[in-house]
């Protein structure tokens, strides 16, 4: 009796067993297992190895960053880099911090490799007579580094930037143009909005070899005839070839050049400089603390 009640007990549970009556899979076990790697357990990253990069807001591109338009009175310009930029997109990087008053900065205050040779604060310019009372070049601080860059390529063969004149009060501008004949209102046109020399962004330059002595040109400064258009052919093979060489050194610094004057040199976006009428007096005086007079 006792034999027939274990061996039903036996079979009871053999039946049990094969019923499947198991431990039950976690709920989503199997759904992590199809998304793994085959082969492979799902894996959760450390909350110490995930991602903390930030995702910058992105910004509207600046309107005034457009190519200016030609300006008339300063004549046309050849295409140049972008604003404090060479040919390559590198931002050159001034050697120091200036002392800067309403965006003028003084050019041989950062570097003094430059010649410098202001025209208007002497006689020897066209009208004869003396514009500025002390030789002080002054140009808008965001075309400093890109000249610096002309005059550093220059340097590398051999050479030197000469400059006649850059940032000019815009009283200045009106003295220059009131001296000037009707025929040559053109080149010296008077104050406008296209004005550039009073926003320090302009240039008038030529090239020197490393003793100062200027290459032969088609003219001088200020000449106000054909021969001084940056596309006059009648010059000798020599001066042809010093005026396409200083506009190499300026044209990969972002500058663009007028087509009336081989050695004036505009930098661009222009309408984002105010014209000004700082004289040097004041510029020297707020530099100083007021004790320049």
């Known amino acids: 009796m006792n034999t027939r009640l274990l061996s039903l007990l036996l079979a009871l549970l053999l039946l049990a067993s094969l019923c499947g009556c198991g431990v039950r899979e976690p709920e989503g076990a199997k759904d992590a297992a199809l998304s793994s790697p085959e082969g492979t357990a799902p894996q959760t990253a450390p909350e110490s190895t995930k991602s903390t990069s930030t995702v910058l807001p992105e910004t509207d591109p600046d309107p005034s960053a457009e190519e200016p338009t030609e300006n008339p009175d300063d004549g046309g310009r050849e295409d140049g880099a972008e604003d404090g930029k060479d040919q390559t997109g590198q931002s050159v990087a001034l050697p120091e911090e200036p002392f800067v008053y309403k965006g003028l900065v003084e050019l041989t205050s950062v570097d003094d490799s430059f010649i410098i040779d202001q025209r208007y604060a002497t006689e020897n310019n066209f009208t004869g007579v003396v514009h500025y009372d002390r030789v002080l070049c002054l140009v808008n601080e965001d075309i400093l580094p890109m000249l610096i860059a002309a005059n550093d390529a220059a340097k590398a063969e051999g050479y030197r930037i ?115 009428d700082v004289s040097f007096a004041e510029f020297e005086n707020a530099r100083d603390g007021g004790r320049s007079e």
């Not at 080149?187 to 020399?197: D, F, K």
């Not at 300026?250 to 081989?262: D, I, K, P, T, V």
């Open 162 to 276: 000469k400059i006649w004149d850059a940032y000019r009060p815009i009283s200045v501008q009106q003295a220059l143009h009131d001296a000037a004949p009707p025929e040559l209102s053109a080149y010296v046109p008077g104050p406008s909005p296209y004005s550039m020399h009073a926003r320090g962004i302009t240039v008038d330059v030529t090239l020197c070899d490393m003793d100062g002595n200027e290459l032969d040109m088609p003219t001088g400064f200020d000449d106000f005839s054909e021969r001084a258009h940056s596309d006059y052919a009648g010059a000798t093979a020599e001066q042809i070839a010093n005026r396409e060489l200083l506009n190499r050194f300026m044209s990969a610094a972002g500058f663009r050049r007028s087509s009336l004057e081989w050695w004036h040199f505009d930098g661009p976006n222009r309408d984002r400089y105010e014209i000004l």
